[in-house]
């Protein structure tokens, strides 16, 4: 049985730092696809960012340059370095990976950015 925790989410100030940890269970994260999706208050759920087996990488353009993913094989795990965080990256993050032929998706971390 696949299983993805995240963790790492909270409340921070504009212009702050976080970082979010998938951790993989049930699989080895690093023969697929991954990603990190978030679901602002009141809106649908978006794409943060990818990152595929080969460790290629894919952002958002309102994240692009702030955001980072990357993945530690040894830990199972996947990251989320997220920078000049603003109040409008506000949601609940979820991180995802692609098995084929289905996508499992963790329960999703708060990331509240706030003064």
């Known amino acids: 049985q696949v299983q993805l925790v995240e963790s790492g989410g909270g409340l921070v100030q504009p212009g702050g730092s976080l970082r979010l940890s998938c951790a993989v269970s049930g699989s080895t994260s690093n023969s697929y696809a991954m990603g990190w999706y978030r679901q602002p208050p009141g809106k649908q759920r978006e794409l943060v960012a990818t990152?595929?087996?080969?460790?290629?990488?894919n952002y958002a353009g309102s994240v692009k340059g702030r955001f980072t993913i990357a993945r530690d094989n040894a830990k199972n795990t996947m990251y989320l370095q997220m920078n000049s965080l603003k109040p409008e990256d506000t949601a609940v993050y979820y991180c995802?990976?692609?098995?084929?032929?289905?996508?499992?998706w963790g329960q999703g971390t708060q990331v509240t950015v706030s003064s």
């Open positions: 990152i595929t087996s080969s460790d290629s990488t």
């Open positions: 995802n990976i692609y098995i084929p032929t289905r996508l499992y």
